[in-house]
């Protein structure tokens, strides 16, 4: 694999880390109303809500499309940095980590939909808003598996591989806990900024030993 391929996945993954915080921002602006997306499937409230932060929530969903698109890249630079020791853990781990942008991706364009729908004054129907949480739900599962391969294929990659292999595998950890306790929901997302940062830091370095 090219040294400039992975300072590209090194750079797409400090770029990540970056879109996270600002969804994050935006999130703070929205307030406590933002645990409704995760939280109830009632159209009425649902509805009220998406017309209520109808602007911040079009921002949200700009951002998280460009998020997918730079994990996505660094996930790609990851796997291909493994594959010439540990190729079918690579490509199972990549299809993981594809499948989650794929699904993050679909997940907002249908959040748009409800969005613009919601502004021309119409009720959201029911069977969108469990599309919906369906897909928030299995983002989260698919990126979880991804997480433990690429944990397995770095850990013998020294002391920096080790550490960025531990905090690999907390995160499915702290993101199981968090369906039930809103603290490590909160901390799930610092948890993947982290994460961000420390897989940036991983790359750069391994790029400059090559």
């Not at 994050?24 to 406590?32: A, D, L, N, P, Q």
């Not at 932060?53 to 994990?71: G, P, Q, R, S, V």
């Not at 490590?184 to 400059?208: D, H, N, S």
């Amino acid at each position: 694999m090219s040294q400039r391929f992975i300072r590209i996945g090194a750079v797409a993954a400090f770029v990540a880390a970056l879109l996270l915080a600002i969804q994050f921002v935006i999130g703070i602006g929205i307030g406590s109303d933002f645990t409704l997306m995760s939280k109830t499937l009632d159209p009425a409230r649902m509805t009220a809500f998406f017309q209520a932060h109808a602007d911040a929530l079009i921002a949200l969903m700009t951002a998280d499309d460009a998020f997918a698109l730079a994990y996505a890249i660094a996930f790609i630079a990851l796997a291909l940095y493994l594959m010439p020791r540990a190729k079918w853990l690579a490509t199972l781990a990549l299809v993981f980590a594809l499948a989650t942008a794929l699904t993050d991706w679909a997940e907002n364009s249908l959040t748009l939909a409800a969005v613009q729908t919601a502004a021309q004054k119409q009720m959201l129907d029911a069977n969108i808003l469990l599309i919906l949480f369906w897909l928030g739900q299995m983002k989260y599962l698919l990126i979880y598996p991804a997480a433990l391969l690429f944990a397995v294929g770095i850990c013998e990659d020294g002391r920096a591989g080790k550490i960025f292999a531990v905090s690999l595998v907390l995160f499915p950890i702290i993101g199981i806990v968090g369906i039930a306790s809103e603290l490590f929901e909160l901390l799930k997302v610092l948890w993947m900024l982290a994460l961000l940062l420390a897989g940036g830091i991983f790359m750069w370095r391994v790029q400059t030993r090559t």
